[in-house]
């Protein structure tokens, strides 16, 4: 246990596993943790490790085998250079995956593949565990046949190739893309077992492209008249989404690169609309068409789908922005603690109308909170790192996270949500999230009232 570098966590083994998790029976594993534990004392740690770690880790000192015999690895010769053109992760790492939930139905192609949260470092989501959301399954498409048009409220319509674009001046930016329905179940009190399914439809990565309003621009836009745009994806789904001209001229990007390569197919090759702090509907894939037009179209993708169903029966429509949201990913649902001492407890926070000003953690369900220590960089519409350190002594504790976004906003309880909201809707529920670190050291999904 003491190369992984899980530590003492271990998780469930649908989601995630440490080898020694494998292969060493439970109760054998608390052993070897204990003795573990006990000769750790005489560790020597650096100045820099935060004091509750430096009085407890878990590293072993002199005598464990894996350390004293050379293994195969050292002493033959490895892989030849060009054995994998295209780099893939370890075999060891086959568990992280992205999947789809049991909990839902896949009608034809369209389902939703969600990104295993729990098993990521830092900010950005590496581009094959982006989460999916096909309304009709996704498309290869050739980027050479591919055409972008924009029309409407403009001077000189235009129909861009793919060449046309990538020729012009680009921008990188790193944002995150949520599904409005994240965290949807949740309304209900469905309290679905792991992070994965509860936040994973939520992916943050750095996009290239065109900026919208420089293709507006190109076009001669009407602004004494254009109030909005409707994208339009190309794909069979009929994906179209009326857009304010505000978010259109702001950061919206036409983009056609995604973590420094050529987009996903799934994640909507060869060209994507990227509206930052946006729900992820409006991020439409396979962008064929932008139309600028004066009133909203109320396409039936934001009038079907993608309304906020109130308790008095009447529906929000148009409620797009992404509000301040945070979820601890580790410990979380379905990992196991498998003794007690330091953790460190580590999560992501982000809102779509800014930066991230603070995360609050409690360890004991909401009484006593803890500001968390931010990792940089801290950006606009952006995940954001947060850990706080956490010595576990046994018994049950829940792990909340509570974010404050740069306009002041900050996330509620699930019941302050309810009182308001009801339990009838699917979309933007950015509540507070616990999780429930039982005495057998199972980490559970609750709410709290
Ligand atoms: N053309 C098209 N665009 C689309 C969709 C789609 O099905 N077709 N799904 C939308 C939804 S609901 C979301 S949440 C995001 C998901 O993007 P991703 O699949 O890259 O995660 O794409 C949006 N854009
Ligand atoms: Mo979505």
Redesign the pocket.
Known sequence: MSSTRLGRLQKAPEFFITRDALTLPRDDRRAFLRKAFAAASAASVVAAAPRAFAQSSSATSAGDPAILNLPAHSKGLGQPVAARPYGLPSKYEENLQRRESPGLTRVGA?SVSFAPLQGFFGIITPSGL???????GWWDIDPTQHRFMINGLVANPKVYTMDDLMRMPSVSRMHF?E???NTGMEWGNVAVPTVQYTHG?L?CCEFTGVPLKWLLDDCGIDLKKAKFILAE???G?S?TRTINLSNALDDAIVAYGMNGEMLRP???YPL?LVVPGV?????????RRIEVGDMPYATKDETLHYIDLMPDGQHRQYSSIQEVKSVITSPSGGQVLLDKGFFNVTGIAWSGRGKIRGVDVSVDGGKNWKAARLETPVLDKCLTRFNVDWTWDGKDAILMSRATDSTGQVQASISAMRKVRGTRSIYHNNAIQSWLVSPNGEVSNVQVA
């Open positions: 369209a982006h989460f999916e959301r096909h309304h009709q893309l599904c409005g329905a439809m992916s994806g190309a794909d789904s994906m799934e994640n909507g994507r729900q992820g509907v409006s991020w439409v894939k396979y962008l």
